[in-house]
């Protein structure tokens, strides 16, 4: 199956510094998603993004079907940040439909 | 709009007994998704239903059954429940195939 690869697994950072996020994958995708996991455990999306560009406030995310890879950007980042970020996709020609394969995340925490 | 919603949302259970965790997807939505968070393993993907009937299934035993009903909202057993069955379990629901999903809070599970 295809394989979801984020990097880095942990990042600490001060409040107000940005950060970017990168999520590598194996195989054409029609679907990608970025999601915020709070640490209660909810997950929030972030972005719907299988191409192009998008931003949403101090979030942005990139990504590069061609190239397979996704970038995530937080700006001016605040303690509420903190959390672990997931990249998930769906394999384009899949027939497993609504089958999102999760990457491992990427834990961030920032201080004040 | 009213978000996903799943209950209980905490459950304590048992080796060997038998559990049914609920889910209530957006109004509208007429897909289910259910998903497995372990520390070890990650996310990880268990079934998909749409319009009452199953279209994709993880690699899980069959002790993990899932169902749903006419009015989209879903149910997943787990039968003769183990310890590694520990976990957070997530629904999220969509409008249509490759789009956003929306995930629900969890349904924290805890097996003696």
């Known amino acids: 199956g295809i394989q979801v690869e984020q990097s880095p697994p942990d990042l600490i950072l001060q409040e107000g510094a940005n950060s970017t996020l990168r999520c590598n994958f194996s195989d054409s995708v029609n679907n990608l998603q970025w999601f915020h996991q709070n640490p209660w455990g909810q997950l929030i999306n972030l972005f719907y993004i299988p191409s192009g560009t998008k931003q949403n406030g101090r979030l942005s995310a990139t990504t590069v079907a061609t190239e397979r890879y996704s970038l995530l950007y937080i700006s001016s980042s605040q303690t509420t940040d903190s959390g672990v970020y997931f990249c998930a996709v769906v394999a384009r020609g899949s027939n497993s439909g609504y089958a999102l394969n999760f990457g491992k995340g990427t834990s961030l925490l920032v201080t004040p | 709009k009213a978000g996903v919603t799943q209950t209980p949302r905490y459950l304590i259970k048992t080796r060997g007994q038998q559990v049914t965790l609920s889910c209530s997807p957006i109004?509208?939505?007429?897909?289910v998704s259910w998903y497995q968070q372990t520390p070890g393993q990650g996310l990880q993907f268990l079934f998909e239903?749409?319009?009452?009937?199953?279209?994709n299934k993880g690699n899980f035993p069959g002790r993990f059954s899932g169902r749903q009903f006419s009015n989209s909202r879903s149910e997943m057993n787990v039968s003769t429940l183990e310890l590694g069955d520990s976990a957070l379990y997530l629904c999220?629901?969509?409008?249509?195939?490759?789009?956003?999903?929306?995930f629900g809070p969890g349904t924290r599970l805890l097996v003696l």
């Open positions: 999220a629901s969509s409008s249509q195939r490759q789009e956003t999903q929306y």
């Open positions: 239903y749409f319009s009452e009937t199953q279209r």
């Open positions: 109004s509208g939505h007429r897909s």
